[in-house]
């Protein structure tokens, strides 16, 4: 397990994220007490299961109100390959999207 200071994770974002992918914790300290985490997650399993076990610890809860495909694909806009970045966020916000 390594330790780090908010500073030096905000400072070394990258090279703590690179020891977290190779299987090392992080734990967090703001003034000498642990305030967070950082684990690798495993993708072991189905979505499902990944799903289930976030729901049993707490971490999602179910939709109130789930969506179908169709409602989906209306919220996702959809941008020509020959569009531009720029045009597609000011469409966007114009929008209100």
Do not use: F
């Amino acid at each position: 397990m390594i330790k780090a200071s908010v500073s030096a994770l905000k400072n070394g974002l990258s090279g703590y994220l690179r020891k977290v992918r190779a299987g090392q914790s992080v734990v967090i300290y703001d003034r000498d007490v642990p305030i967070a985490r950082i684990e690798r997650i495993e993708a072991n399993g189905s979505d499902a299961d990944r799903i289930a076990r976030l729901r049993a610890e707490g971490i999602t809860r179910p939709p109130s109100n789930p969506m179908s495909a169709v409602q989906w694909a209306k919220l996702v806009p959809v941008a020509s390959s020959s569009a531009r970045v720029l045009e597609a966020l000011l469409d966007e916000r114009a929008h209100d999207r």
